[in-house]
């Protein structure tokens, strides 16, 4: 079975903290995604992957970065985190940009 | 105009029903289409992948795709209180990233 895993459910932290969000999947996929998904917005895409140490950015991508050292491991980074951060993100990743298959996600609390 | 648009809903049916969702795009590119159910909190879960026109089946969920109308539609039959959830349409073109619809919300009542 696929498997993306997210390593926190919940966060909480204070503006201007640095946040590391981590994601990793278990299926040698070449390509992973951060999405942050608001009531009302969707799914937006942050950033994307297509191989290691490969990034592309998506359509929200300021104040985000991301790294990708391993095939498995897919991080996102708020540099200095706000109140307009506080959201759900979700981690996604796809062979060949075939489906996309989803983490649980991290709902981020920026207080 | 945006790129796909989606009736947010909520829905609300009684169990049994069938229950249909809908997804219009207006990029006549677009020749990957999937469906997604999310419940509250947890991440989307893939429910149906179809590639160009026609339909698709697997178990209670039928997918369908007009291309021509630039339409797509999830239909389930015999709705279950377990259904309840937001359904999220995606769809993309060769070498593209996924679009996604902005979700259904659906409520099946015992």
């Known amino acids: 079975d696929v498997k993306v895993t997210q390593s926190s459910r919940y966060l909480v932290k204070r503006t201007g903290e640095k946040v590391f969000l981590e994601c990793v999947q278990d299926m040698d996929h070449e390509n992973m995604f951060w999405y942050r998904q608001d009531p009302g917005l969707g799914l937006r895409l942050i950033y994307f992957?297509?191989?290691?140490?490969?990034?592309e950015k998506g359509d929200i991508p300021e104040g985000y970065s991301v790294s990708r050292e391993k095939k498995e491991r897919f991080s996102l980074i708020l540099e200095s985190a706000s109140t307009n951060q506080t959201s759900m993100y979700l981690c996604?990743?796809?062979?060949?940009?075939?489906?996309?298959?989803f983490g649980s996600g991290t709902q981020l609390s920026v207080l | 105009q945006k790129e796909v648009e989606q009736d947010p809903g909520p829905l609300s049916v009684p169990e049994g029903a069938i229950v249909s969702l809908n997804c219009t795009y207006s990029n006549s590119a677009f020749q990957y289409f999937m469906w997604y159910r999310q419940y509250s909190r947890k991440g989307p879960e893939l429910l149906m992948y179809?590639?160009?026109?026609g339909n698709k089946e697997d178990g209670r969920f039928t997918a369908q795709v007009d291309k021509s109308s630039k339409y797509i539609s999830l239909f389930i039959r015999d709705s279950q209180p377990s259904d309840s959830a937001t359904y999220l349409c995606?769809?993309?073109?060769?070498?593209?990233?996924?679009?996604f619809g902005p979700g259904t919300r659906l409520s099946v009542l015992p």
């Open positions: 179809t590639y160009s026109s």
């Open positions: 996604a990743s796809s062979p060949a940009n075939e489906k996309l298959f």
């Open positions: 992957s297509y191989d290691v140490k490969m990034k």
């Open positions: 995606a769809m993309r073109f060769y070498g593209q990233n996924f679009v």
